[in-house]
Antibody
Framework: QVQLQESGPGLVKPSETLSLTCTVSGGSISSYYWSWIRQPAGKGLEWIGRIYNSGSTNYNPSLKSRVTMSLDRSKNQFSLKLTSVTAADTAVYYC??????????????WGQGTLVTVSS | SSELTQDPAVSVALGQTVRITCQGDSLRSYYASWYQQKPGQAPVLVIYGKNNRPSGIPDRFSGSSSGTTASLTITEAQAEDEADYYCNSRDSSGNHWAFGGGTKLTVL
């Protein structure tokens, strides 16, 4: 059974770069898409972007200028970098596997989420 | 367009049936997936595709779609179904995803 676990600093200073890693266990990072999703306290889910095994990426247009995703096949991990953060980037960040085929897609499983607070 | 619209809140009497809807142009081209989120927990997939349930999801959860509207139906709602529900789908390019704003379901 595939499991995902987010890791990274829980506190980031304004204007600095948020960096998170998602470790995939119980299965290979190959042959799937992998995504980051975030959720500010009391608000809804926001899709940040996805990366494929090939390294190809797609990002939410609203975040595209600040987001970079990468993956490390040797460690079965994928990562998120978000630059120039502000308080508006404070949220619980989730990683998830994306299954996508033709007109069907879904996010499963999800990591437990990690809270990142942007504050000086 | 990747915008998906959900009613912010819906309520249902215990044991009754409730439908949660999600509207968006991209739903003409792509199926929605649905997620249940309880306080302090990560979202859980409950419906994907035409009407598919992951292992472990009760059969009282079902999905349907017509035109630009996708629906999640909970038949004989239980107290444990009280949660936030989010729909998700791709945009018209097929390369980006978006979530609906979420629907808070209250079981009375």
């Amino acid at each position: 059974q595939v499991q995902l676990q987010e890791s990274g600093p829980g506190l980031v200073k304004p204007s600095e770069t948020l960096s998170l890693t998602c470790t995939v266990s119980g299965g290979s990072i190959s042959s799937y898409y992998w995504s980051w999703i975030r959720q500010p306290a009391g608000k809804g889910l926001e899709w940040i972007g996805r990366i494929y095994n090939s390294g190809s990426t797609n990002y939410n247009p609203s975040l595209k200028s600040r987001v970079t995703m990468s993956l490390d096949r040797s460690k079965n991990q994928f990562s998120l970098k978000l630059t120039s953060v502000t308080a508006a980037d404070t949220a619980v960040y989730y990683c998830a596997r994306v299954v996508a085929a033709a007109v069907v897609s879904w996010f499963d499983p999800w990591g437990q989420g990690t809270l990142v607070t942007v504050s000086s | 367009s990747s915008e998906l619209t959900q009613d912010p809140a819906v309520s249902v009497a215990l044991g009754q049936t409730v439908r949660i809807t999600c509207q968006g142009d991209s739903l003409r081209s792509y199926y929605a997936s649905w997620y249940q989120q309880k306080p302090g927990q990560a979202p859980v997939l409950v419906i994907y595709g035409k009407n598919n349930r992951p292992s472990g999801i009760p059969d009282r959860f079902s999905g349907s779609s017509s035109g630009t509207t996708a629906s999640l139906t909970i038949t004989e709602a239980q107290a444990e179904d009280e949660a936030d529900y989010y729909c998700n789908s791709r945009d018209s390019s097929g390369n980006h995803w978006a979530f609906g704003g979420g629907t808070k379901l209250t079981v009375l």
